[in-house]
């Protein structure tokens, strides 16, 4: 694996020679909208069939030895992908690349907004490989708690099970307006309307053939923290063998009292739940200044909180395959795919900067009189955020959402990432 980073002057011809790649290739992996147009800054992901780099967090007792063993690799190809590395004394904490013929394991979750049309079934078609499941955004709830489908999505369900894909059930608390604090707290406030909530979601996830459900219920009142975990507590007894995926909002600490995260209480969740998800994502939010979507800085503080109360190994964290142009001045923020957001910068011969401490890639554009500023995601994004789930050894990530084209994310997913599936 080789990302490139383009230079002021080069051209693809010039980087196609170097790495003996076809030009066409390096045009189809990384979405470009053509072969004659590239951007300083650009980052290119190059596939190869070298080794893939593994990341280890060094525990006590641990010697250069024991890990080469466990990764079937050498003293000598860890100390060379580790510049300055001492093989006699390592450290407690220390974070080793090491290069291994053992691909990273794990699951991922791709949400799936439905259109309505074939477009869902190729989105599906085209990541069979890459995804254990698909959650399906379609579901939400009335005020006396009935869950209801929003549109008919028996099509999309049997074509995950036919790839061997496990469909889940996603439902969120939005209304017309949006997210509803005050859909989710009256239902949860209420017994009645708690029960009713678990007992539709748990029968329409049988009867529509899903494997599990991904709940989504977001800025639930503080106050309905405990009625939360006795909610999930009722679900996840309905649902017996069908998987329960809770989403999360991302903190670093607990505020039982804050708006968006105080209901979440992690260690409760994570004991009830076969799955917690992390949405480790819009950090930079809209209508928020110009910020980085997903800064890997902040993307580890909320991991060491979140590993520090729930089993690792049920922990997900998401990845986000968007971006935000924002307008400096008003905050104004529009959304886009990484693709988008890439060829965008190209088209408009924009260099691409990239700050080191966010690991995130962004640019600035003027239109008219309004500067704008555009952060995304590409495949440096992504490397490190999947190094943070083999270093803690998490379950794996999720992805918002699968129809924003993301071809660097995928490919680099098809050959670095061995994918698990739902047995």
Known sequence: MSVHVVRAGERLWQ??????????????????????????????????????????????????????????????????????????????????????????????VGFLVPSGTTADLSVIDSLANQLTYVAVVNYSFTAAGYAFAERDDSAIVARCKQLNIAPLLMIRNVTSSGFSAELVGSVLANPTYRQHLAASIANLAATRGFRGVSLDLEFIPPARRNDFSLFLRDLKLRLGNLLLHVNVHAKTEDLPTNRIVGAYDYAAIGAIADVMAVMTIDYGYPGGPPDPISPINWVEQVVKYAVSLVTPRKLMMAMALYGYDKVVSTNAAKGLSVLAAQNHAISLGRPIQFDSTAQSPWYRYWSGTDEHIVWFEDIRSFIKKTQLIDQYNLMGTTYWQISLPAPQNWAYVSSEIVVVKQR
């Open 15 to 108: 980087i196609s020679k170097q790495y003996g790649v076809s030009i066409e290739s390096i045009v189809r992996v990384n979405g470009l909208a053509s072969a004659s147009v590239i951007v300083p800054g650009l980052a290119l992901y190059i596939p190869d069939d070298g080794l893939a780099s593994r990341v280890y967090r060094v525990k006590a007792g641990d010697a250069l030895w024991k890990i080469a063993q466990r990764f079937r690799t050498t003293i000598s190809s860890i100390a060379g992908a580790n510049p300055g590395l001492d093989i006699h004394r390592l450290r407690i904490g220390q974070v080793l690349v090491v290069p291994s013929p053992i691909k990273l394991a794990m699951r991922t």
